[in-house]
């Protein structure tokens, strides 16, 4: 049965963070491999990401300094949602959308039924790099809402359908919306 714990820190001395992660940023404090890691945005000491995202996905992750908070973002039992926008290879149709929201198989486990609509391009700050640009293949845009989270699992979703991934946002963690940030920037919840 799904929790109705509602999200929330659970003290005034808490700190929680919005912070929304560039592209190209790991969701860790120590730099690996020469890529660039959460230490150089100035945050507070003591916070860590209530989750991940990608290497190559951007935009919002929850940080927090309490232990059973990120918990309960994190686990599945909880079934927080989390809503994508999407930018995709070609435009998917009603059949490949239906397949995404009753959920597809990923390595012999199928996905929970997920949220799935085409929306107009959002209005978001240029990704740098930028996507590349093939003239004869048109994109479009999907809002993806899970309450699962697998490693790279949005990805791994849209090519079983036929529709690679190009771009990849993060914008709402549970009633935490990424609004009002542009990358790099953070702010206290």
């Not at 992660?21 to 969701?27: D, E, H, I, R, T």
């Not at 070609?90 to 239906?98: C, K």
């Not at 979703?157 to 953070?186: C, F, I, K, N, Q």
Request: charged share 30%; with cysteine; hydrophobic share 35%.
């Amino acid at each position: 049965m799904k929790s109705q714990v509602r999200v929330k820190s659970s003290s005034r001395r808490d700190k929680t963070i919005l912070f929304y992660k560039p592209y190209g940023v790991l969701s860790q404090f120590t730099p690996e491999d020469g890529h660039a890691c959460l230490s150089g945005f100035g945050l507070p000491k003591g916070v860590y990401p209530a989750g991940r995202l990608d290497l190559d996905s951007e935009g919002l992750l929850v940080l927090t300094d309490n232990g059973e908070f990120q918990h309960r973002l994190t686990d599945p039992r909880f079934e927080h949602s989390r809503a994508y926008w999407v930018q995709v290879e070609n435009i998917p149709s009603e059949e490949n959308l239906e397949r995404l929201r009753k959920g597809v198989l990923l390595q012999e486990i199928r996905t929970k039924p997920a949220s799935v609509r085409i929306i107009p391009e959002p209005d978001l700050p240029p990704r740098n790099p930028p996507i590349r640009f093939r003239r004869h293949i048109p994109t479009s845009w999907l809002e993806i809402t899970l309450t699962e989270g697998r490693n790279r699992q949005v990805r791994r979703m849209t090519a079983s359908v036929g529709h690679p991934t190009l771009r990849l946002v993060r914008v709402r963690v549970g009633d935490y919306r990424l609004s009002g940030l542009m990358p790099g920037e953070w702010r206290f919840v």
